[in-house]
């Protein structure tokens, strides 16, 4: 009994000892990622949710039968005390007149949209996402190539079903967009395990790139979920900005916020109409203006329906029964302005044409490049290469696009006379000795008046510049003055002794003014790099004169 008891004291001992050792060890303040304390479930959060679901009862009791109590009682995330959401929701509060504007878009549509928010079992605040997305706008355009009130990028449109081509983009349609963007968040909540903070990521920023923020969190031992992630400024207040909005029409009243009178019954309803019709006849037959009429069906890109359909409208449901009398009663061949029709066929085939004269001009360069190509590496192997010719060229533009020259060509292609018809391949002589030095008329005096200085000067002689502006006498100066210059006049050496005749040369060296000196630098920049050597093997001979 009594050596139990003393264990029993030790054991007591030891572990007091290890707690104490264990505090010791635990830091002071909590653990956070970017100085944000952890949400602390506290009696007082407990008291202010209990007084935002009453808030939000309150609300809905306001606007008995309308969608606005529908959609409150769909409501399902849960609250968030985030200073992220507040600064959103100030934004929204100092801007009562967006928040009616939006009203005002979103009318014809929350019904719909409700719908298809029950119909995938989703939290109701979904159903605002297009006030983030595009303002309730249908035919929203973004930078990103995102369109509708959605914004779908063309990829993730044709995933969900949207078709798009140059008649109808389902991205814009009403109907078949928000069927799309509720089974696309319906598919990310199941992805994210409920967690619709980070579903809604992705649906702005891209599933991938969500998970690759995780992992880096993982990695670094800091917390996975939406607030603690390292994420670019728009993702970063693209949830915000939702449950922002979402609060704000839960606490209308509280807030001060006026919501518009919008019944909870269908406004729209989906008339098939079978085949092509013009949207311009169709809002006549609704009996609406046309632009009214495209905000109901904007995904429509020309002045009618398309051939392939889909073959239906999306009509008010008031103006339903008539449209679908008027239109039972018009005519078949008034359905579609036949004129129009045909004139739009008739762009459609320019712009093909256009399109394929591109496609058949770049396979043309595809093909050339790939030639010149081969004909460089043939010329580095010896083998002559092939040239087809095309319409309008002569023999000069082949031997310069080819470098080589005309007599080269001819040379090389017996049976080939001066003309050569288009078609006709020509054979391009390869190792080259000679290659054409294509110099501008800018470049040419400078090329032409360097040429002769280095041909002469290397081997002690002096150019016509060189030798005018000599500031020593021409007796006196000690390089060998032997000038050798395509001038027809005699050289004189340092050793002649006739004064007079020097002084009368040295005066009649052409100038850089010269008539004469234009031409030999012409001549001279014209040459081919053989007439050059050619040009130094005669200097040297005039050398031992």
Same mark, same amino acid.
């Given at each position: 009994?009594?050596?139990?008891?003393?264990?029993?004291?030790?054991?007591?001992?030891?572990?007091?000892?290890?707690?104490?050792? +264990?505090?010791?060890?635990?830091?002071?303040?909590?653990?956070?990622?970017?100085?944000?304390?952890?949400?602390?479930?506290?009696?007082?959060?407990?008291?202010?949710? =209990?007084?935002?679901?009453?808030?939000?009862?309150?609300?809905?009791?306001?606007?008995?039968?309308?969608?606005?109590?529908?959609?409150?009682?769909?409501?399902?995330?849960?609250?968030?005390?985030?200073?992220?959401?507040?600064?959103?929701?100030?934004?929204?509060?100092?801007?009562?007149?967006?928040?009616?504007?939006?009203?005002?878009?979103?009318?014809?549509?929350?019904?719909?949209?409700?719908?298809?928010?029950?119909?995938?079992?989703?939290?109701?605040?979904? $159903?605002?996402?297009?006030?983030?997305?595009?303002?309730?706008?249908?035919?929203?355009?973004?930078?990103?190539?995102?369109?509708?009130?959605?914004?779908?990028?063309?990829?993730? +449109?044709?995933?969900? +079903?949207?078709?798009?081509?140059?008649?109808?983009?389902?991205?814009?349609?009403?109907?078949?967009?928000?069927?799309?963007?509720?089974?696309?968040?319906?598919?990310?909540?199941?992805?994210?395990?409920?967690?619709?903070?980070?579903?809604?990521?992705?649906?702005?920023?891209?599933?991938?790139?969500?998970?690759?923020?995780?992992?880096?969190?993982?990695?670094?031992?800091?917390?996975?979920?939406?607030?603690?992630?390292?994420?670019?400024?728009?993702?970063?207040?693209?949830?915000?900005?939702?449950?922002?909005?979402?609060?704000?029409?839960?606490?209308?009243?509280?807030?001060?916020?006026?919501?518009?009178?919008?019944?909870?019954?269908?406004?729209?309803?989906?008339?098939?109409?079978?085949?092509?019709?013009?949207?311009?006849?169709?809002?006549?037959?609704?009996?609406?203006?046309?632009?009214?009429?495209?905000?109901?069906?904007?995904?429509?890109?020309?002045?009618?329906?398309?051939?392939?359909?889909?073959?239906?409208?999306?009509?008010?449901?008031?103006?339903?029964?008539?449209?679908?009398?008027?239109?039972?009663?018009?005519?078949?061949?008034?359905?579609?302005?036949?004129?129009?029709?045909?004139?739009?066929?008739?762009?459609?085939?320019?712009?093909?044409?256009?399109?394929?004269?591109?496609?058949?001009?770049?396979?043309?360069?595809?093909?050339?490049?790939?030639?010149?190509?081969?004909?460089?590496?043939?010329?580095?192997?010896?083998?002559?290469?092939?040239?087809?010719?095309?319409?309008?060229?002569?023999?000069?533009?082949?031997?310069?696009?080819?470098?080589?020259?005309?007599?080269?060509?001819?040379?090389?292609?017996?049976?080939?006379?001066?003309?050569?018809?288009?078609?006709?391949?020509?054979?391009?002589?390869?190792?080259?000795?000679?290659?054409?030095?294509?110099?501008?008329?800018?470049?040419?005096?400078?090329?032409?008046?360097?040429?002769?200085?280095?041909?002469?000067?290397?081997?002690?002689?002096?150019?016509?510049?060189?030798?005018?502006?000599?500031?020593?006498?021409?007796?006196?100066?000690?390089?060998?003055?032997?000038?050798?210059?395509?001038?027809?006049?005699?050289?004189? =050496?340092?050793?002649?002794?006739?004064?007079? $005749?020097?002084?009368?040369?040295?005066?009649?060296?052409? =100038?850089?003014?010269?008539?004469?000196?234009?031409?030999?630098?012409?001549?001279?920049?014209?040459?081919?790099?053989?007439?050059?050597?050619?040009?130094?093997?005669?200097?040297?001979?005039?050398?031992?004169?």
């Amino acid at each position: 009994m009594y050596v139990n008891s003393n264990r029993s004291v030790n054991f007591l001992l030891v572990s007091i000892s290890l707690i104490v050792a +264990g505090c010791a060890e635990t830091p002071k303040a909590p653990i956070s990622y970017n100085d944000r304390s952890p949400v602390i479930v506290s009696q007082k959060n407990k008291q202010e949710q =209990t007084l935002r679901k009453s808030n939000r009862l309150k609300t809905a009791e306001a606007h008995k039968n309308t969608v606005w109590e529908r959609l409150l009682s769909l409501y399902a995330l849960p609250d968030v005390d985030n200073e992220r959401v507040d600064r959103q929701l100030n934004w929204y509060l100092d801007h009562p007149a967006y928040i009616a504007r939006v009203q005002q878009r979103a009318e014809p549509y929350l019904h719909l949209i409700l719908d298809e928010i029950e119909a995938n079992n989703i939290p109701g605040e979904l $159903a605002l996402l297009p006030v983030v997305e595009s303002a309730f706008i249908p035919d929203a355009y973004s930078k990103a190539d995102a369109s509708g009130l959605w914004q779908f990028i063309p990829d993730t +449109g044709k995933l969900y +079903g949207l078709e798009q081509n140059s008649w109808y983009d389902g991205r814009r349609d009403i109907l078949d967009s928000t069927q799309a963007a509720t089974a696309f968040l319906k598919d990310l909540g199941e992805t994210f395990n409920g967690d619709w903070n980070l579903a809604l990521a992705s649906y702005n920023y891209g599933k991938g790139n969500i998970w690759k923020a995780m992992e880096k969190n993982e990695n670094l031992n800091l917390p996975t979920d939406y607030w603690s992630l390292d994420l670019p400024r728009e993702t970063a207040d693209y949830v915000p900005r939702l449950l922002a909005i979402a609060k704000l029409i839960a606490n209308a009243d509280e807030y001060g916020i006026h919501l518009n009178h919008i019944p909870n019954k269908p406004y729209l309803e989906v008339v098939n109409i079978d085949s092509p019709l013009d949207l311009q006849k169709a809002a006549e037959l609704a009996n609406m203006p046309l632009d009214k009429f495209m905000k109901l069906n904007p995904g429509f890109n020309r002045a009618s329906t398309s051939p392939d359909g889909p073959h239906r409208l999306l009509v008010p449901v008031d103006k339903a029964d008539s449209f679908k009398t008027s239109l039972a009663r018009l005519p078949i061949y008034e359905r579609v302005d036949q004129t129009q029709f045909f004139r739009e066929q008739e762009e459609r085939a320019r712009r093909e044409e256009e399109r394929l004269a591109r496609a058949e001009q770049q396979r043309e360069d595809r093909e050339e490049r790939v030639a010149v190509a081969q004909s460089r590496q043939k010329d580095t192997l010896g083998i002559p290469s092939k040239y087809k010719v095309k319409a309008g060229e002569t023999l000069t533009a082949i031997a310069a696009r080819n470098n080589t020259t005309v007599v080269a060509l001819l040379k090389a292609n017996p049976s080939t006379g001066k003309e050569v018809r288009s078609g006709v391949v020509l054979k391009i002589p390869s190792n080259k000795k000679e290659e054409p030095i294509q110099w501008t008329a800018k470049v040419a005096k400078n090329k032409a008046n360097t040429a002769v200085q280095v041909a002469s000067t290397k081997k002690g002689y002096l150019t016509p510049a060189a030798l005018a502006n000599s500031k020593k006498p021409l007796e006196n100066n000690k390089t060998p003055l032997k000038v050798a210059l395509a001038t027809g006049k005699k050289p004189i =050496t340092s050793k002649t002794t006739d004064k007079k $005749a020097a002084s009368s040369l040295a005066s009649n060296l052409p =100038t850089a003014k010269s008539q004469n000196y234009r031409k030999a630098s012409m001549v001279v920049a014209t040459a081919t790099k053989a007439d050059i050597a050619k040009s130094t093997r005669t200097v040297k001979k005039l050398k031992k004169v």
